[in-house]
């Protein structure tokens, strides 16, 4: 009878812990798995005594102190739970009204950048165009470039306006160069011939002193001489002791002879201008019979 009773407390201590171990597993989301196992073995245990009591009943005596030590053993298994209240739960109560709601939690870690979005085709209408702003400041110059290739020459211009008439000129004010001189008695000046009697010398261009005639005036000069000569001459016209024409004549029967010669000269103002021959054959005729003359004037004005 006592047994009885133990069975039938030990049932219902069974009953009412393994809600209770359930309600605490969930409450702190971390079950229990070695008080499972206990109660598993217990609940093991619990069959086997009730297999037990009815096999006892038809086997008598013999039995009982089987079932005393497997009562003693559930008792330790149950004891090893550590039961913190000792009676039942009661049904779960109704939902409670709803908290207030919690701080704001931390803000979280920066995200991942994402895909580029696709482009989409303009759907708007394109505006008027604006009015033009105001002119920006200039800026610096920038460095000078190389130089180009010349252009070809443009289109000729129209011709001018006719000029103012100048003022009629008169000849006998302008400059008349001229001159002629013939040998009498020369002096020797080198290879220089003399013709030392003036016959014309307008604006004194000649000298008789040294042969030489200077320009003055820019221009063309027309330069001539005739000589007389007893035996081989040649002679040149020099201008500043340079040969311009050179004239020879060949005489082996030492009778008097004429050389001569002449040349148109441009010269500018400075220049000089005179007849020389050649020390080998230079044999010039000074006598009454014939007269040596050279002469020059100018032909027209050139701008110097």
Same mark, same amino acid.
């Given at each position: ?50 297999t037990w009591q009815c096999t006892g009943h038809r086997k008598g005596s ?30 779960? *109560?109704?939902? $409670?009204? #709803? /908290?207030? @709601? !919690?701080?704001?939690?931390?803000? +979280?870690?920066? %995200?991942?950048? &994402?895909? =580029? ?15 033009? *702003?105001?002119? $920006?400041? #200039? /800026?610096? @110059? !920038?460095?000078?470039?190389?130089? +180009?290739?010349? %252009?070809?020459? &443009?289109? =000729? ?148």
């Amino acid at each position: 009878m006592d047994l009885q009773l133990s069975l039938t407390q030990l049932t219902l201590t069974l009953a009412c812990r393994k809600p209770l171990l359930h309600f605490q597993d969930v409450m702190s989301g971390k079950p229990d798995h070695g008080m499972e196992s206990s109660l598993g073995r217990a609940h093991d245990a619990l069959a086997a005594v009730r297999t037990w009591q009815c096999t006892g009943h038809r086997k008598g005596s013999r039995m009982q102190p089987v079932l005393w030590l497997v009562t003693s053993a559930l008792a330790a298994v149950l004891g090893t739970a550590q039961l913190e209240e000792s009676a039942c739960l009661a049904p779960n *109560g109704r939902e $409670g009204f #709803p /908290g207030v @709601p !919690g701080l704001d939690g931390r803000p +979280g870690q920066k %995200g991942d950048v &994402g895909e =580029p979005g696709k482009s989409t085709p303009r759907t708007g209408i394109r505006g008027f165009k604006g009015d033009q *702003g105001e002119p $920006g400041i #200039p /800026g610096l @110059p !920038g460095k000078q470039g190389y130089q +180009g290739p010349h %252009g070809p020459p &443009g289109i =000729p211009g129209q011709p001018g306006p006719k000029g103012v008439q100048g003022k009629a000129a008169n000849i006998l004010e302008q400059p008349r160069p001229a001159f002629s001189a013939s040998r009498r008695s020369p002096p020797s000046v080198g290879r220089t011939v003399v013709f030392d009697n003036i016959i014309t010398n307008q604006e004194s261009s000649y000298s008789p002193q040294t042969g030489q005639f200077t320009c003055h005036v820019p221009g063309l000069y027309y330069f001539a001489f005739q000589v007389v000569s007893t035996g081989d001459l040649c002679l040149s016209i020099t201008k500043n002791r340079e040969n311009v024409v050179k004239f020879c004549d060949h005489n082996s029967r030492n009778i008097l002879q004429v050389n001569s010669g002449s040349s148109v000269l441009s010269l500018a103002k400075g220049d000089q201008v005179s007849v020389s021959t050649d020390s080998a054959r230079g044999s010039i005729y000074s006598g009454s019979e014939a007269d040596s003359v050279f002469s020059g004037f100018m032909l027209f004005p050139q701008k110097g």
